[in-house]
């Protein structure tokens, strides 16, 4: 634990105040590591952690990505980034967009992380071992479309949920080997049915929220605490390689699409051009 605590002295969980977020921000504490901060929306629960835990917070809804560059801005003023987890997830059936035009789930459990990883790629490489977790659906069965990014209407939130999830892994593993020349990985976890509020609080119509509850009813649920354990193991005390993992923290093999290079700088570079677009002036 000393060995993987001596190597992260500064972290940043996105999605941090709830769910498996607080969870792995709990984690990290109990693991030693001095400076957490938390990003998240409810500026109440984020005002307890600084007072309970000990821990940084920053308030910033992420699903706008110009509300992401300012907090990028200020994260990077702050110098060297050792570890960068990305958490923050919305689950919906009927499509929402925000008010810069892009689907809500997809803007904030994908874009917004790319715009995030750009913005503190100084401070990430001014550290001796960068780390960088996305928190997503590895390995999600499916196709993929380039095409797709962004979802356009009328594709629903759901499907705009999936795309982004998906995307995850794709650009997870262009990022790895981009960063990999400072020393840097990058996983993207699937943590499988977490006992979360996410689910709880999908909006859609009645049936498909019924569903829901009738798969979480009979499927094995993972503590969010059980599962930041395997993050913070595999990441931190293991120290594995960048990948695919899944909620037990085996790899996931790179498979089909997942394993095409061209497609991994095409998505990289549609997925720039996407949000640089949203960011400018």
């Not at 789930?105 to 960088?132: C, I, K, W």
């Not at 982004?164 to 080997?177: I, K, S, T």
Request: proline share 4%; net charge positive; aromatic share 6%.
């Amino acid at each position: 634990m000393g060995a993987a605590t001596s190597m992260i002295g500064r972290a940043v969980v996105i999605g941090g105040t709830k769910g498996i977020g607080l969870a792995i921000v709990k984690a990290l504490k109990a693991l030693g590591v001095e400076s957490v901060t938390a990003v998240g929306r409810d500026g109440v629960v984020g005002d307890r952690m600084r007072r309970d835990l000990g821990v940084g917070f920053v308030a910033c809804d992420v699903s706008s990505m110009r509300n992401v560059a300012r907090l990028g801005e200020a994260l990077r003023a702050e110098g060297a980034l050792d570890l960068l987890i990305h958490c923050a997830d919305v689950l919906a059936m009927e499509r929402r967009e925000t008010a810069e035009g892009v689907e809500r789930s997809f803007a904030t459990n994908y874009l917004s992380r790319a715009v995030l990883n750009d913005a503190l790629d100084a401070s990430l490489r001014a550290s001796s071992a960068p780390t960088v977790v996305h928190v997503a659906a590895a390995g999600m069965p499916g196709s993929f479309r380039l095409e797709d990014l962004p979802p356009l209407a009328p594709a629903s939130s759901f499907s705009g949920h999936n795309t982004g999830q998906r995307a995850n892994d794709v650009y997870g593993l262009e990022l790895a080997a981009r960063i990999a020349d400072a020393g840097g990985r990058v996983f993207v976890f699937n943590p499988g049915i977490v006992d979360t509020e996410i689910r709880r609080n999908m909006t859609g119509p009645w049936w498909a929220k019924g569903l829901v509850s009738v798969m979480e009813r009979f499927s094995p649920k993972t503590p969010p605490e059980a599962f930041a354990r395997t993050v913070v193991r595999v990441a931190l005390v293991d120290r594995l390689p960048s990948g695919l993992y899944d909620a037990l923290g085996r790899r996931i093999p790179e498979k089909g699409y997942r394993a095409d290079l061209a497609l991994r700088r095409q998505v990289w570079d549609r997925t720039e051009a996407t949000w640089r677009s949203l960011t400018a002036g």
